[in-house]
């Protein structure tokens, strides 16, 4: 168990709706990364925050958004959603910011029908 | 570009060693990690080098680091069964901690 706490583990919804992704860091753990597993994209860093803020912007698309809340769980949304995204969306959490290791959740798996 | 690559597949047999070789691109990777991925699970932190080491042993496990040719290895000493997964090699980006995955090496050990 890595501390990190994901919900929900499976959700399967219809194209064009939206979804909130929910995640509990480790206790202490002031940054918190998502990540998009795909079987053609493979492991793709989606968005950082650190301390409620965002930090690094990766491929995440202008349908999905993030933030961080003050006791540091994190959302991730999906709207207008598309059978493409159906994926493994990982969260994962550290430290700091910087050069530690990251401990990452068992997942929520998105199906889009 | 930032760019990880790591061979898709590795076969062993229970007891032998196993190497899964990782190369990376980003020469200003402070850390480079290996994850375990079981089926249906999440990714398993196994272990991480600095940059500046080019060595670090951890029970079975031992990463090589080669910083000329940005060559990364993971050799798992007296593999198990248990140890059949795929296994992620990592580099960190952009000092953020922002992680660039490779494919992952599906590791398949049997009797």
């Known amino acids: 168990d890595s501390g990190v706490t994901q919900t929900p583990k499976h959700l399967i919804t219809a194209t064009g709706q939206r979804v909130t992704l929910r995640c509990s860091p480790r206790?202490?753990?002031?940054?918190v990364y998502w990540y998009q597993q795909s079987l053609d994209q493979g492991l793709q860093f989606l968005i950082q925050?650190?301390?409620?803020?965002?930090?690094a912007k990766g491929n995440i698309l202008e349908r999905f958004s993030a933030q961080q809340f003050p006791d540091l769980h994190s959302e991730l949304n999906l709207s207008s959603l598309e059978l493409g995204d159906s994926a493994l969306y990982f969260c994962?959490?550290?430290?700091?910011?910087?050069?530690?290791?990251?401990?990452f959740g068992q997942g929520t798996r998105l199906t889009v029908v | 570009g930032e760019d990880v690559e790591q061979s898709l597949f590795l076969s062993v047999r229970e007891g032998d060693s196993s190497v899964i070789n990782c190369t990376y691109t980003d020469s200003s990777s402070t850390y480079l990690y290996w994850y375990k991925q079981e089926p249906g699970a999440g990714l398993q932190l196994l272990t991480y080098i600095f940059s500046n080491m080019d060595m670090k042993q951890d029970q079975r496990l031992t990463v090589l680091l080669n910083k000329k040719d940005k060559h990364l290895s993971l050799r798992i000493a007296d593999t198990q069964t248990g140890d059949s997964a795929i296994y992620f090699c990592?580099?960190?980006?952009?000092?953020?901690?922002?992680?660039?995955f490779g494919a992952g090496t599906r590791l398949a050990v049997h009797p």
């Open positions: 990592a580099e960190s980006s952009g000092g953020y901690n922002k992680l660039i």
């Open positions: 925050y650190y301390n409620g803020e965002e930090r």
């Open positions: 206790s202490g753990d002031l940054s």
């Open positions: 994962a959490s550290s430290v700091s910011g910087t050069g530690s290791e990251a401990f």
